[in-house]
């Protein structure tokens, strides 16, 4: 099997908890994704996490579902709009359309660590993966600043090693219980074994925080693997949390900074 170089992640996402889909909070204007949401963690000096899905014209669009209706003005799959309709869709509980992620990197503009979640396509996991990372490379081309890519799917991740080398990348993992996952019992019980980390390159992983006991993440940990964990939504998780997580991935409160 090829083995990709890996490249490390950026000592900024160790140091800073990172806002879940930026620091959204629908009460004040601030959607999921959302500029106000992301230019409110740069402003409360936490890193961003972000999450892409595709439109039907390619290109890379800070979204976290692949349905338009639980967040915004419209229903449907994102990747039946083409990006400029999907700018024009409003976002629910803010006064904002669908940015693109190349909007995204000229507002973030290096000043904190973004982490880019790059969604499954097509529900399966496999192999059928590139124009969404093509799209996701080509907006990072001329980024300055700490960023790092990550995915659940092993391919996606694949994807992103040969576009973009030098960018730090991990793999999003989980137990993969049953809840949630409309995939194949033999497809989870192979990704809960995270058996990719090392053939893709991986420099970290994010967990949910929930299953850090697992026997794998301490493997990792002990090979050298960065565990960042989601989604932590109170000081007590994140105290929990913390005990084998280096950083995680946070909402619902103001995570405070470690001395």
Not at 53 to 63: E, G, I, P, T, Y
Not at 196 to 208: K, R, V
Request: proline share 6%; with cysteine.
């Amino acid at each position: 099997v090829y083995k990709r170089q890996m490249v490390d992640l950026p000592a900024e996402f160790l140091r800073i908890p990172l806002a879940h889909r930026a620091l959204h909070d629908v009460k004040d204007g601030r959607p999921e994704n959302s500029r106000a949401a992301i230019q409110a963690a740069i402003s409360a000096g936490y890193g961003i996490e972000i999450d892409i899905q595709r439109s039907l014209d390619n290109r890379a669009m800070v979204f976290h579902d692949d349905d338009l209706a639980r967040l915004a003005h419209a229903d449907g799959p994102v990747t039946l709009k083409d990006a400029a309709a999907l700018g024009k869709t409003m976002l629910r509980g803010g006064d904002e359309g669908i940015p693109t992620l190349t909007e995204v990197l000229a507002v973030v503009a290096g000043r904190v660590p973004l982490l880019i979640e790059i969604k499954d396509q097509d529900g399966e996991m496999g192999a059928n993966v590139g124009p969404l990372e093509q799209d996701i490379a080509q907006a990072l081309q001329e980024y300055k600043g700490p960023v790092a890519v990550m995915s659940f799917n092993p391919h996606s991740v694949g994807a992103m090693a040969s576009l973009m080398p030098h960018v730090a990348r991990g793999l999003v993992t989980c137990s993969y219980s049953l809840a949630g996952w409309r995939l194949p019992s033999e497809t989870r019980a192979r990704l809960r074994q995270i058996p990719d980390y090392e053939t893709m390159g991986c420099s970290f992983i994010s967990h949910d925080w929930r299953d850090l006991s697992r026997a794998r993440v301490a493997e990792l940990k002990e090979r050298g693997a960065h565990i960042l964990c989601w989604t932590v939504k109170s000081p007590t998780q994140e105290a929990q949390a913390r005990e084998i997580a280096d950083n995680i991935t946070f909402e619902q409160y103001m995570a405070p900074f470690p001395a």
